[in-house]
Protein backbone atom coordinates (compact mmCIF):
# COMPACT_ATOMS: atom_id res chain seq x y z
CA UNK A 1 0.00 0.00 0.00
CA UNK A 2 1.28 3.38 -0.93
CA UNK A 3 0.65 6.15 1.77
CA UNK A 4 -0.66 9.08 -0.40
CA UNK A 5 -3.61 9.02 -2.31
CA UNK A 6 -6.66 11.60 -4.07
CA UNK A 7 -9.05 9.62 -2.71
CA UNK A 8 -9.51 7.01 0.12
CA UNK A 9 -12.86 4.92 -0.57
CA UNK A 10 -13.90 3.33 3.10
CA UNK A 11 -16.03 0.56 2.07
CA UNK A 12 -16.26 -1.54 -0.81
CA UNK A 13 -19.59 -2.14 -0.98
CA UNK A 14 -22.28 -0.88 -3.47
CA UNK A 15 -21.56 2.59 -2.94
CA UNK A 16 -17.39 2.53 -2.93
CA UNK A 17 -17.05 0.66 -5.69
CA UNK A 18 -19.15 3.12 -7.53
CA UNK A 19 -17.12 5.82 -6.61
CA UNK A 20 -14.28 3.40 -6.91
CA UNK A 21 -14.97 3.33 -10.89
CA UNK A 22 -15.89 6.58 -11.34
CA UNK A 23 -12.10 7.58 -10.19
CA UNK A 24 -10.98 5.28 -11.91
CA UNK A 25 -12.01 6.43 -14.91
CA UNK A 26 -11.33 10.29 -14.06
CA UNK A 27 -7.43 9.02 -13.47
CA UNK A 28 -7.54 9.59 -9.50
CA UNK A 29 -4.97 7.93 -7.47
CA UNK A 30 -7.24 5.81 -5.39
CA UNK A 31 -7.31 3.41 -2.25
CA UNK A 32 -10.48 1.25 -1.21
CA UNK A 33 -10.63 0.16 2.15
CA UNK A 34 -12.52 -3.15 2.96
CA UNK A 35 -12.81 -4.28 6.78
CA UNK A 36 -13.97 -7.59 5.82
CA UNK A 37 -12.90 -10.87 4.40
CA UNK A 38 -14.55 -10.18 1.09
CA UNK A 39 -15.88 -7.30 -0.83
CA UNK A 40 -19.71 -6.33 -1.59
CA UNK A 41 -20.94 -5.43 1.59
CA UNK A 42 -24.86 -5.58 1.67
CA UNK A 43 -24.34 -4.87 -1.92
CA UNK A 44 -24.21 -8.18 -2.60
CA UNK A 45 -27.54 -9.09 -2.19
CA UNK A 46 -29.19 -5.83 -4.08
CA UNK A 47 -31.78 -6.75 -6.39
CA UNK A 48 -31.65 -3.83 -8.11
CA UNK A 49 -31.56 0.19 -8.45
CA UNK A 50 -34.10 3.01 -9.63
CA UNK A 51 -34.20 5.26 -12.79
CA UNK A 52 -36.46 6.92 -14.54
CA UNK A 53 -36.94 7.53 -18.37
CA UNK A 54 -33.91 4.72 -18.96
CA UNK A 55 -33.36 3.01 -22.14
CA UNK A 56 -34.28 -0.27 -20.37
CA UNK A 57 -37.83 1.09 -19.22
CA UNK A 58 -38.24 2.46 -22.73
CA UNK A 59 -37.64 -1.00 -24.36
CA UNK A 60 -40.47 -2.18 -22.20
CA UNK A 61 -42.84 0.75 -23.34
CA UNK A 62 -42.85 1.93 -19.33
CA UNK A 63 -43.03 5.60 -19.39
CA UNK A 64 -42.38 7.31 -15.37
CA UNK A 65 -43.11 10.89 -14.80
CA UNK A 66 -40.22 12.55 -13.54
CA UNK A 67 -41.94 15.39 -11.39
CA UNK A 68 -43.89 12.91 -10.08
CA UNK A 69 -41.42 10.86 -8.31
CA UNK A 70 -39.96 13.83 -7.50
CA UNK A 71 -43.16 15.44 -5.97
CA UNK A 72 -43.66 11.56 -4.41
CA UNK A 73 -41.03 11.49 -2.56
CA UNK A 74 -41.49 15.08 -1.09
CA UNK A 75 -44.88 13.88 -0.49
CA UNK A 76 -43.76 10.98 1.50
CA UNK A 77 -41.35 12.43 3.26
CA UNK A 78 -43.29 15.57 4.74
CA UNK A 79 -41.13 17.45 2.99
CA UNK A 80 -38.42 16.78 5.32
CA UNK A 81 -36.16 15.44 2.01
CA UNK A 82 -33.66 17.80 -0.30
CA UNK A 83 -35.65 18.52 -2.73
CA UNK A 84 -32.72 19.60 -5.15
CA UNK A 85 -30.39 16.35 -4.30
CA UNK A 86 -33.77 14.05 -5.64
CA UNK A 87 -34.10 16.93 -8.52
CA UNK A 88 -30.43 15.91 -9.39
CA UNK A 89 -30.42 12.16 -8.47
CA UNK A 90 -33.79 11.73 -11.02
CA UNK A 91 -32.57 13.69 -13.67
CA UNK A 92 -29.72 11.79 -13.91
CA UNK A 93 -30.78 8.14 -13.01
CA UNK A 94 -31.09 7.07 -16.62
CA UNK A 95 -27.50 7.92 -17.67
CA UNK A 96 -26.41 6.05 -14.40
CA UNK A 97 -28.15 2.86 -15.98
CA UNK A 98 -26.24 3.14 -18.87
CA UNK A 99 -23.25 3.90 -17.08
CA UNK A 100 -23.41 0.90 -15.08
CA UNK A 101 -24.00 -1.57 -18.50
CA UNK A 102 -20.86 0.24 -19.72
CA UNK A 103 -18.78 -1.00 -16.80
CA UNK A 104 -20.15 -4.69 -17.40
CA UNK A 105 -23.12 -4.74 -15.14
CA UNK A 106 -26.07 -6.47 -16.10
CA UNK A 107 -30.12 -6.52 -16.06
CA UNK A 108 -32.68 -8.78 -16.21
CA UNK A 109 -35.77 -6.34 -16.43
CA UNK A 110 -37.53 -3.39 -15.45
CA UNK A 111 -39.91 -4.18 -12.32
CA UNK A 112 -42.15 -2.23 -9.49
CA UNK A 113 -42.66 -3.69 -5.94
CA UNK A 114 -46.25 -4.21 -4.32
CA UNK A 115 -47.84 -1.08 -5.43
CA UNK A 116 -44.98 0.72 -6.35
CA UNK A 117 -43.74 2.34 -9.83
CA UNK A 118 -41.96 0.13 -12.52
CA UNK A 119 -38.65 2.27 -11.52
CA UNK A 120 -36.60 -1.13 -10.24
CA UNK A 121 -33.79 -2.22 -12.44
CA UNK A 122 -33.10 -5.69 -11.11
CA UNK A 123 -29.69 -6.73 -11.72
CA UNK A 124 -29.05 -10.11 -13.74
CA UNK A 125 -27.33 -12.25 -10.44
CA UNK A 126 -28.10 -9.81 -7.49
CA UNK A 127 -25.68 -6.97 -6.67
CA UNK A 128 -22.84 -10.30 -5.99
CA UNK A 129 -22.99 -10.24 -9.65
CA UNK A 130 -23.08 -6.38 -10.83
CA UNK A 131 -20.13 -5.96 -8.45
CA UNK A 132 -18.35 -9.26 -8.88
CA UNK A 133 -18.31 -9.18 -12.43
CA UNK A 134 -18.74 -6.06 -13.49
CA UNK A 135 -17.55 -2.90 -11.00
CA UNK A 136 -15.16 -4.68 -9.07
CA UNK A 137 -13.05 -6.71 -12.58
CA UNK A 138 -13.15 -3.38 -14.08
CA UNK A 139 -11.34 -1.26 -11.59
CA UNK A 140 -8.33 -3.95 -11.03
CA UNK A 141 -7.93 -3.88 -14.53
CA UNK A 142 -8.12 0.01 -14.18
CA UNK A 143 -5.11 -0.68 -11.61
CA UNK A 144 -7.34 1.04 -8.48
CA UNK A 145 -5.81 -0.79 -5.00
CA UNK A 146 -8.11 -2.78 -2.89
CA UNK A 147 -7.38 -3.77 0.53
CA UNK A 148 -9.70 -6.12 2.15
CA UNK A 149 -9.39 -7.05 5.89
CA UNK A 150 -8.21 -3.25 6.22
CA UNK A 151 -10.47 -1.70 8.68
CA UNK A 152 -10.30 2.57 8.89
CA UNK A 153 -10.09 2.84 12.40
CA UNK A 154 -9.73 6.38 13.13
CA UNK A 155 -9.21 9.87 11.01
CA UNK A 156 -6.92 12.93 11.55
CA UNK A 157 -7.36 16.52 9.74
CA UNK A 158 -3.50 17.30 9.57
CA UNK A 159 -3.21 20.07 7.59
CA UNK A 160 -5.85 22.07 5.77
CA UNK A 161 -5.44 19.39 2.94
CA UNK A 162 -4.91 16.16 4.11
CA UNK A 163 -6.36 13.40 6.48
CA UNK A 164 -4.47 10.81 8.09
CA UNK A 165 -5.83 7.91 8.26
CA UNK A 166 -4.72 4.82 10.75
CA UNK A 167 -6.10 1.48 9.18
CA UNK A 168 -6.14 -1.87 11.05
CA UNK A 169 -4.67 -5.10 9.38
CA UNK A 170 -7.31 -7.42 10.71
CA UNK A 171 -5.15 -10.24 10.04
CA UNK A 172 -1.72 -9.58 12.38
CA UNK A 173 -2.93 -6.40 13.87
CA UNK A 174 -0.51 -4.32 12.37
CA UNK A 175 -1.22 -0.56 12.00
CA UNK A 176 -0.35 1.35 9.58
CA UNK A 177 -1.19 5.46 8.12
CA UNK A 178 -2.21 6.37 4.90
CA UNK A 179 -2.35 10.15 3.66
CA UNK A 180 -5.08 11.90 1.87
CA UNK A 181 -6.45 15.20 0.28
CA UNK A 182 -10.37 13.20 0.01
CA UNK A 183 -11.74 10.64 2.38
CA UNK A 184 -14.97 9.29 0.75
CA UNK A 185 -17.09 7.01 3.70
CA UNK A 186 -18.82 4.10 2.49
CA UNK A 187 -19.32 2.00 5.28
CA UNK A 188 -22.93 1.35 5.03
CA UNK A 189 -24.68 2.93 7.99
CA UNK A 190 -25.08 1.23 11.57
CA UNK A 191 -28.03 -1.18 11.25
CA UNK A 192 -25.61 -3.34 13.20
CA UNK A 193 -24.55 -1.35 16.00
CA UNK A 194 -26.79 -1.52 18.87
CA UNK A 195 -26.16 0.82 21.01
CA UNK A 196 -26.43 3.73 17.97
CA UNK A 197 -29.69 2.25 17.01
CA UNK A 198 -30.96 2.66 20.81
CA UNK A 199 -29.33 6.01 20.92
CA UNK A 200 -30.79 7.41 18.08
CA UNK A 201 -34.12 6.04 17.51
CA UNK A 202 -35.11 4.26 20.67
CA UNK A 203 -35.30 0.99 18.47
CA UNK A 204 -34.43 -1.68 20.89
CA UNK A 205 -32.74 -5.16 19.44
CA UNK A 206 -35.79 -7.24 19.42
CA UNK A 207 -37.48 -4.63 17.86
CA UNK A 208 -35.07 -5.01 14.55
CA UNK A 209 -33.72 -7.76 12.90
CA UNK A 210 -30.95 -7.06 10.52
CA UNK A 211 -30.67 -8.72 7.62
CA UNK A 212 -27.93 -7.43 5.95
CA UNK A 213 -24.05 -8.71 5.62
CA UNK A 214 -23.43 -7.58 9.18
CA UNK A 215 -20.94 -5.31 8.71
CA UNK A 216 -23.02 -1.96 9.06
CA UNK A 217 -21.35 -1.00 12.62
CA UNK A 218 -21.93 2.82 12.02
CA UNK A 219 -17.61 3.27 11.38
CA UNK A 220 -18.11 6.25 8.98
CA UNK A 221 -20.66 7.87 10.80
CA UNK A 222 -18.09 7.86 13.77
CA UNK A 223 -15.44 9.26 11.89
CA UNK A 224 -17.36 11.81 10.23
CA UNK A 225 -18.15 13.19 13.42
CA UNK A 226 -14.60 13.21 15.04
CA UNK A 227 -14.06 15.45 12.43
CA UNK A 228 -17.03 17.55 13.83
CA UNK A 229 -19.83 16.51 11.61
CA UNK A 230 -23.42 17.47 12.47
CA UNK A 231 -25.18 14.34 13.81
CA UNK A 232 -28.08 14.35 11.52
CA UNK A 233 -30.97 11.33 12.26
CA UNK A 234 -34.47 11.35 10.96
CA UNK A 235 -34.80 8.00 12.11
CA UNK A 236 -35.41 6.18 8.70
CA UNK A 237 -34.78 2.38 8.66
CA UNK A 238 -35.00 1.01 5.33
CA UNK A 239 -37.78 -1.88 6.99
CA UNK A 240 -38.43 -4.88 5.26
CA UNK A 241 -41.36 -6.05 6.84
CA UNK A 242 -42.39 -9.23 8.68
CA UNK A 243 -39.08 -11.82 9.60
CA UNK A 244 -38.56 -14.66 11.30
CA UNK A 245 -37.45 -14.19 15.19
CA UNK A 246 -35.23 -16.95 14.35
CA UNK A 247 -31.82 -16.43 16.16
CA UNK A 248 -29.90 -19.46 14.71
CA UNK A 249 -29.88 -18.27 11.21
CA UNK A 250 -27.67 -15.56 10.63
CA UNK A 251 -28.93 -12.33 9.17
CA UNK A 252 -28.51 -12.05 5.68
CA UNK A 253 -29.76 -16.01 5.27
CA UNK A 254 -32.98 -14.78 6.94
CA UNK A 255 -34.96 -14.60 4.17
CA UNK A 256 -33.81 -17.89 3.06
CA UNK A 257 -36.28 -19.57 4.71
CA UNK A 258 -39.89 -20.22 2.97
CA UNK A 259 -41.75 -19.60 5.92
CA UNK A 260 -39.82 -16.60 6.36
CA UNK A 261 -38.84 -15.09 2.63
CA UNK A 262 -42.14 -16.14 1.16
CA UNK A 263 -44.91 -16.17 3.73
CA UNK A 264 -44.58 -14.46 7.03
CA UNK A 265 -43.49 -11.33 4.97
CA UNK A 266 -45.41 -11.89 1.62
CA UNK A 267 -48.42 -13.32 1.90
CA UNK A 268 -51.19 -11.94 3.72
CA UNK A 269 -52.34 -14.40 6.34
CA UNK A 270 -53.85 -12.76 9.84
CA UNK A 271 -51.74 -11.18 11.96
CA UNK A 272 -52.05 -10.06 15.39
CA UNK A 273 -50.77 -8.41 18.17
CA UNK A 274 -49.56 -9.32 21.45
CA UNK A 275 -52.99 -8.78 22.75
CA UNK A 276 -54.46 -11.10 19.99
CA UNK A 277 -55.93 -8.14 18.04
CA UNK A 278 -55.71 -7.32 14.39
CA UNK A 279 -53.83 -4.18 13.62
CA UNK A 280 -53.81 -3.52 9.82
CA UNK A 281 -54.81 -4.53 6.42
CA UNK A 282 -52.50 -7.55 6.56
CA UNK A 283 -52.54 -6.94 2.13
CA UNK A 284 -51.06 -3.40 2.34
CA UNK A 285 -48.79 -4.49 4.29
CA UNK A 286 -47.22 -6.88 2.07
CA UNK A 287 -47.51 -4.39 -0.64
CA UNK A 288 -45.29 -2.01 1.48
CA UNK A 289 -42.98 -3.35 3.46
CA UNK A 290 -41.49 0.41 4.98
CA UNK A 291 -45.14 0.71 6.55
CA UNK A 292 -45.76 -2.89 7.63
CA UNK A 293 -42.05 -2.55 9.06
CA UNK A 294 -43.53 0.54 10.96
CA UNK A 295 -47.00 -1.09 12.27
CA UNK A 296 -44.68 -4.01 13.53
CA UNK A 297 -42.56 -2.01 15.52
CA UNK A 298 -45.14 -0.12 16.69
CA UNK A 299 -46.88 -3.34 18.76
CA UNK A 300 -45.13 -5.04 21.36
CA UNK A 301 -45.47 -8.41 19.96
CA UNK A 302 -46.73 -9.66 16.45
CA UNK A 303 -48.15 -13.59 15.66
CA UNK A 304 -48.53 -15.21 11.96
CA UNK A 305 -51.53 -17.21 12.46
CA UNK A 306 -52.02 -19.96 10.36
CA UNK A 307 -54.22 -23.74 10.62
CA UNK A 308 -52.67 -26.97 8.54
CA UNK A 309 -55.31 -26.31 5.39
CA UNK A 310 -53.70 -23.01 4.48
CA UNK A 311 -50.05 -24.66 5.14
CA UNK A 312 -51.38 -27.39 2.76
CA UNK A 313 -52.85 -25.03 0.23
CA UNK A 314 -49.63 -23.13 -0.30
CA UNK A 315 -47.56 -26.02 -0.31
CA UNK A 316 -49.77 -28.62 -2.90
CA UNK A 317 -51.54 -26.11 -4.48
CA UNK A 318 -51.15 -22.63 -4.82
CA UNK A 319 -49.89 -19.19 -3.29
CA UNK A 320 -52.89 -16.57 -2.46
CA UNK A 321 -50.78 -13.50 -3.52
CA UNK A 322 -48.51 -12.98 -6.20
CA UNK A 323 -44.59 -12.39 -5.69
CA UNK A 324 -43.43 -11.36 -8.94
CA UNK A 325 -40.38 -10.38 -9.07
CA UNK A 326 -38.95 -12.43 -6.36
CA UNK A 327 -40.89 -15.41 -6.20
CA UNK A 328 -41.82 -16.98 -9.84
CA UNK A 329 -43.06 -20.60 -8.75
CA UNK A 330 -47.09 -20.77 -8.51
CA UNK A 331 -46.51 -22.70 -4.84
CA UNK A 332 -44.07 -23.36 -2.10
CA UNK A 333 -43.23 -26.75 -2.26
CA UNK A 334 -40.78 -27.13 0.61
CA UNK A 335 -43.34 -25.21 3.14
CA UNK A 336 -45.06 -28.01 5.12
CA UNK A 337 -41.54 -29.87 5.55
CA UNK A 338 -39.89 -26.54 6.89
CA UNK A 339 -42.81 -26.01 9.37
CA UNK A 340 -42.49 -29.50 10.47
CA UNK A 341 -39.01 -29.16 11.23
CA UNK A 342 -39.14 -25.89 12.96
CA UNK A 343 -41.93 -27.81 15.33
CA UNK A 344 -39.52 -30.35 15.80
CA UNK A 345 -36.82 -28.95 16.72
CA UNK A 346 -39.08 -26.49 19.14
CA UNK A 347 -37.64 -23.35 17.38
CA UNK A 348 -39.43 -20.59 19.82
CA UNK A 349 -40.87 -18.54 17.37
CA UNK A 350 -43.07 -20.77 16.57
CA UNK A 351 -45.94 -22.20 18.25
CA UNK A 352 -48.66 -25.02 17.77
CA UNK A 353 -51.95 -25.74 19.46
CA UNK A 354 -54.99 -28.59 18.80
CA UNK A 355 -56.90 -25.64 19.20
CA UNK A 356 -57.44 -22.00 19.42
CA UNK A 357 -58.04 -21.86 22.58
CA UNK A 358 -55.05 -23.75 23.03
CA UNK A 359 -53.05 -21.39 21.26
CA UNK A 360 -54.71 -18.23 23.23
CA UNK A 361 -53.16 -19.88 26.05
CA UNK A 362 -49.32 -20.63 24.66
CA UNK A 363 -48.78 -17.06 23.38
CA UNK A 364 -50.90 -15.51 25.85
CA UNK A 365 -52.96 -13.10 23.85
CA UNK A 366 -55.72 -12.47 25.56
CA UNK A 367 -58.41 -11.88 22.60
CA UNK A 368 -57.07 -14.18 20.11
CA UNK A 369 -60.60 -16.49 20.14
CA UNK A 370 -62.51 -13.25 19.39
CA UNK A 371 -60.36 -12.56 17.13
CA UNK A 372 -60.23 -15.36 14.67
CA UNK A 373 -64.32 -15.78 15.05
CA UNK A 374 -64.26 -12.54 13.89
CA UNK A 375 -62.01 -13.15 10.97
CA UNK A 376 -63.95 -16.22 9.89
CA UNK A 377 -67.27 -14.47 10.37
CA UNK A 378 -66.13 -11.67 7.91
CA UNK A 379 -64.37 -14.41 5.45
CA UNK A 380 -68.34 -15.86 5.58
CA UNK A 381 -70.01 -12.07 4.35
CA UNK A 382 -67.14 -12.12 2.00
CA UNK A 383 -66.17 -8.74 3.31
CA UNK A 384 -63.53 -7.44 6.01
CA UNK A 385 -65.56 -4.64 7.58
CA UNK A 386 -63.02 -4.23 9.71
CA UNK A 387 -59.39 -3.41 7.78
CA UNK A 388 -60.55 -3.75 4.53
CA UNK A 389 -58.65 -6.67 3.24
CA UNK A 390 -59.57 -7.56 -0.53
CA UNK A 391 -61.77 -10.65 -0.04
CA UNK A 392 -59.53 -12.95 -2.58
CA UNK A 393 -57.20 -12.82 0.44
CA UNK A 394 -59.31 -13.79 3.04
CA UNK A 395 -59.14 -17.13 4.30
CA UNK A 396 -60.80 -18.99 7.25
CA UNK A 397 -59.22 -20.07 10.25
CA UNK A 398 -60.58 -23.11 11.18
CA UNK A 399 -58.56 -26.61 10.67
CA UNK A 400 -56.09 -27.59 13.56
CA UNK A 401 -53.40 -27.54 14.03
CA UNK A 402 -52.56 -24.12 14.59
CA UNK A 403 -49.97 -21.89 14.07
CA UNK A 404 -48.44 -18.98 15.75
CA UNK A 405 -45.34 -17.62 14.18
CA UNK A 406 -43.64 -15.16 16.22
CA UNK A 407 -42.53 -12.26 13.73
CA UNK A 408 -40.06 -8.89 14.03
CA UNK A 409 -39.23 -6.14 11.84
CA UNK A 410 -37.12 -6.76 9.47
CA UNK A 411 -34.71 -4.21 8.09
CA UNK A 412 -32.35 -3.66 5.18
CA UNK A 413 -29.90 -0.36 6.01
CA UNK A 414 -29.91 2.98 7.57
CA UNK A 415 -30.36 6.24 6.22
CA UNK A 416 -29.25 8.80 8.71
CA UNK A 417 -26.86 10.20 11.12
CA UNK A 418 -24.53 12.26 8.29
CA UNK A 419 -25.50 15.51 6.63
CA UNK A 420 -24.60 15.96 3.39
CA UNK A 421 -24.96 18.77 0.44
CA UNK A 422 -26.08 18.40 -3.25
CA UNK A 423 -22.60 17.23 -3.64
CA UNK A 424 -22.36 14.63 -1.27
CA UNK A 425 -19.72 16.86 0.93
CA UNK A 426 -20.11 16.16 4.85
CA UNK A 427 -21.37 19.21 6.54
CA UNK A 428 -20.41 20.33 10.11
CA UNK A 429 -22.62 21.65 12.92
CA UNK A 430 -22.78 25.37 10.99
CA UNK A 431 -24.04 23.30 8.17
CA UNK A 432 -20.72 24.54 6.40
CA UNK A 433 -18.95 21.39 4.42
CA UNK A 434 -16.10 19.77 5.93
CA UNK A 435 -13.10 20.40 2.80
CA UNK A 436 -12.54 16.62 1.41
CA UNK A 437 -14.88 14.68 3.53
CA UNK A 438 -17.96 12.67 1.32
CA UNK A 439 -20.48 10.27 3.04
CA UNK A 440 -22.39 8.19 0.24
CA UNK A 441 -24.71 5.10 0.17
CA UNK A 442 -26.43 4.78 3.51
CA UNK A 443 -23.74 6.63 5.17
CA UNK A 444 -24.90 9.67 3.04
CA UNK A 445 -28.52 9.24 2.66
CA UNK A 446 -30.19 11.26 5.53
CA UNK A 447 -31.23 14.00 3.15
CA UNK A 448 -33.55 11.75 1.31
CA UNK A 449 -36.07 10.71 3.37
CA UNK A 450 -38.32 11.45 6.37
CA UNK A 451 -38.29 8.93 8.64
CA UNK A 452 -39.80 5.86 6.22
CA UNK A 453 -38.05 4.40 3.22
CA UNK A 454 -40.41 5.03 0.34
CA UNK A 455 -41.20 1.80 -1.53
CA UNK A 456 -42.74 3.27 -3.57
CA UNK A 457 -40.54 4.14 -5.84
CA UNK A 458 -38.82 0.99 -5.70
CA UNK A 459 -34.71 0.31 -6.44
CA UNK A 460 -34.01 4.34 -4.89
CA UNK A 461 -31.54 3.52 -2.05
CA UNK A 462 -29.26 1.35 -4.24
CA UNK A 463 -29.87 3.87 -7.15
CA UNK A 464 -28.57 6.41 -4.71
CA UNK A 465 -25.65 4.43 -4.14
CA UNK A 466 -24.26 4.43 -7.48
CA UNK A 467 -25.31 8.42 -7.74
CA UNK A 468 -23.73 9.25 -4.83
CA UNK A 469 -20.23 7.33 -5.46
CA UNK A 470 -20.69 8.84 -9.18
CA UNK A 471 -21.55 11.94 -7.70
CA UNK A 472 -18.63 12.74 -4.95
CA UNK A 473 -16.03 12.01 -7.32
CA UNK A 474 -16.92 14.07 -9.85
CA UNK A 475 -17.38 16.96 -7.24
CA UNK A 476 -13.47 16.12 -6.11
CA UNK A 477 -12.47 16.05 -9.75
CA UNK A 478 -13.58 19.89 -9.66
CA UNK A 479 -12.04 20.91 -6.67
CA UNK A 480 -8.69 19.58 -7.85
CA UNK A 481 -8.87 21.33 -11.28
CA UNK A 482 -9.49 24.09 -8.95
CA UNK A 483 -6.45 23.81 -7.20
CA UNK A 484 -4.64 23.09 -9.98
CA UNK A 485 -5.60 26.12 -11.54
CA UNK A 486 -5.36 28.34 -8.34
CA UNK A 487 -1.50 26.76 -7.86
CA UNK A 488 -0.31 28.13 -11.89
C1 LIG B 1 -30.77 -7.95 1.42
C2 LIG B 1 -30.78 -6.54 0.96
C3 LIG B 1 -31.41 -6.23 -0.23
C4 LIG B 1 -31.45 -4.89 -0.65
N1 LIG B 1 -32.07 -4.62 -1.84
C5 LIG B 1 -32.18 -3.34 -2.23
C6 LIG B 1 -32.80 -3.04 -3.48
O1 LIG B 1 -33.16 -3.93 -4.26
N2 LIG B 1 -32.95 -1.74 -3.80
C7 LIG B 1 -32.54 -0.72 -2.98
O2 LIG B 1 -32.77 0.44 -3.31
N3 LIG B 1 -31.89 -0.99 -1.83
C8 LIG B 1 -31.70 -2.26 -1.43
N4 LIG B 1 -31.03 -2.53 -0.27
C9 LIG B 1 -30.52 -1.41 0.56
C10 LIG B 1 -29.19 -0.77 0.12
O3 LIG B 1 -29.24 -0.41 -1.21
C11 LIG B 1 -27.99 -1.65 0.43
O4 LIG B 1 -27.90 -1.81 1.82
C12 LIG B 1 -26.64 -1.13 -0.13
O5 LIG B 1 -25.75 -2.20 -0.09
C13 LIG B 1 -26.03 0.03 0.66
O6 LIG B 1 -24.78 0.29 0.06
P1 LIG B 1 -23.54 0.90 0.85
O7 LIG B 1 -22.43 0.97 -0.11
O8 LIG B 1 -23.97 2.12 1.55
O9 LIG B 1 -23.21 -0.19 1.99
P2 LIG B 1 -22.64 -1.68 1.81
O10 LIG B 1 -22.96 -2.20 0.45
O11 LIG B 1 -23.08 -2.48 2.96
O12 LIG B 1 -21.04 -1.48 1.90
C14 LIG B 1 -20.41 -1.01 3.07
C15 LIG B 1 -19.04 -1.67 3.17
O13 LIG B 1 -18.23 -0.93 4.09
C16 LIG B 1 -17.42 -1.83 4.82
N5 LIG B 1 -16.94 -1.16 6.04
C17 LIG B 1 -17.66 -0.79 7.12
N6 LIG B 1 -16.87 -0.17 8.03
C18 LIG B 1 -15.61 -0.15 7.51
C19 LIG B 1 -14.36 0.34 7.98
N7 LIG B 1 -14.21 0.95 9.16
N8 LIG B 1 -13.25 0.18 7.19
C20 LIG B 1 -13.35 -0.45 5.99
N9 LIG B 1 -14.51 -0.95 5.50
C21 LIG B 1 -15.64 -0.79 6.24
C22 LIG B 1 -18.38 -2.98 5.09
O14 LIG B 1 -17.68 -4.15 5.47
C23 LIG B 1 -19.11 -3.09 3.74
O15 LIG B 1 -18.45 -3.98 2.87
C24 LIG B 1 -30.89 -3.86 0.16
C25 LIG B 1 -30.24 -4.19 1.34
C26 LIG B 1 -30.18 -5.52 1.74
C27 LIG B 1 -29.47 -5.85 3.02
Redesign the pocket.
Known sequence: MNNEYDVVI????????SAAVEAADSGLKTLV????KT????????????AADSSLQKKQNISIDKNKVLKEEMNYSHYQANHDMWKKYIKESAENISWLQKHGVKFSEVASLGTGLDT?H?FEGL?YNAIHMGLEPYIKVKGIEIKTQ????SVYKISNQDFEIK?VNSKDNSTEKVLTRNLIL????YLNNEKLLKETTFTEKNKILP???G???G??LK?AWSLGAQKYFTGMK?R?GAQLKDENIPP?KL?ESNLGGLVVSAQPCLWVNEQGDRFIDENHAVDDWSCQGNAINRQDKVFVILDQKLIDYLTDTSIIKDMHPFYKATTIPNLRKEIDDYVNNKNEFINVANSIKDLQNIINTPHLIKTVNRYNQLVKQKKDFDFGKPKKYMISIDSGPFYAIEVGCGA??TGDGLKVNIDNQVLDQEGKKIKGLYA????G?GIMYGDTYAVEV????????VFS?RNAIISIKKSLIKIVTNEN
Open positions: VGAGLAGFLEKGTGGSGNYVEGVFWLGVKAEVATGGMNSKSTDGIMFYWYTIGSDSPGSHAGYCG
